[in-house]
């Protein structure tokens, strides 16, 4: 699942020293961390957002915990990108256990929610499809409860979309090994994943270009070609700023690309 876009909060710029000096001292105001949180967020300063929330990560705080599952997760993309894959591991293991302890804190929070179940997707990536399959319920699970707390919850309908999608295209052969994991596998189509993708347009139009993509995607697969190219060409106008972002942004070109000929012998 793609998330690293914006989370929806009030945010105000805290001068950075004032946090500095109030650690410095131990008179730190977790409310006015958070804020700085949000606002570096917004800046696409995840390198600064990391090293702030680091440094509070033995709090008990859930607002504060699944912010660092987020940065650590964003963090952890940007390792990657940079061809650091061991680190990329490394970061979302260590973010997986501060989404755990958010939720242990407040199972009432919809972004705790969220976030675990963006974080155990990821970690799961890297114990094998069996268990990668095996935790796709749980994700799912938690992404809807996510929703029926928060109905604007853009993100986690995005997520949803994806996990529709992501079962709805799988190869044969990893049909097989549902079919051996699990009494009844997983079914759904891209109609249901593109059900997500327009929920989370219609709460935040146009708050991430990987949903557009997405949707695209979908629509390329259900041979709707025109939505799927309106769809590319939205996204494609994005000026990525983050790794999610600039994996949409490729996609999109990638699948426009694609389409090029088709566009030709209309």
């Known amino acids: 699942m793609q998330h690293d876009m914006k989370e929806s909060a009030d945010t105000r710029v805290i001068n950075g020293s004032v946090i500095k000096d109030a650690y410095a001292t131990g008179d730190v105001n977790i409310d006015e961390v958070i804020a700085e949180s949000d606002a570096l967020l917004q800046e696409h300063k995840y390198e600064e957002e990391f090293n702030l929330l680091s440094k509070f990560s033995h709090v008990d705080n859930d607002e504060l915990l699944w912010r660092l599952a987020r ?14 894959d061991h680190r990329r591991k490394e970061l979302m293991e260590e973010g997986f256990i501060f989404a755990k302890r958010a939720l242990e804190l407040n199972n009432k929070s919809p972004r705790c929610h969220s976030w675990y179940a963006t974080m155990m997707h990821f970690t799961s990536e890297y114990r094998g499809l ?12 938690h992404y809807e409860t996510a929703v029926s707390l928060d109905p604007a919850d853009a993100i986690s309908l995005h997520s949803l979309g994806y996990w529709h999608f992501s079962f709805a295209h799988l190869p044969w052969y990893q049909k097989k090994l549902l079919a051996v994991l699990f009494r009844t596998p997983p079914s759904t189509t891209f109609e249901q994943a593109l059900e997500y993708f327009y929920k989370a347009e219609e709460v935040a139009p146009e708050f991430f270009n990987m949903n557009l993509v997405m ?39 990638e699948m426009l690309k694609k389409m090029a000929p088709e566009k030709h012998h209309r």
């Open 215 to 253: 949707a695209g995607r979908a629509h390329w697969h259900l041979g709707q070609h025109q939505e799927a190219l309106d769809l590319f060409k939205r996204a494609s106008h994005v000026t990525p700023r983050s790794p999610d972002e600039r994996l949409a942004y490729a996609k999109a070109h």
């Open 71 to 84: 940065v650590y997760c964003v963090w952890a993309k940007v390792q990657g990108e940079r061809g650091h």
């Open 130 to 141: 069996r268990t990668h399959y095996l935790n796709a319920f749980t994700i799912k699970e």
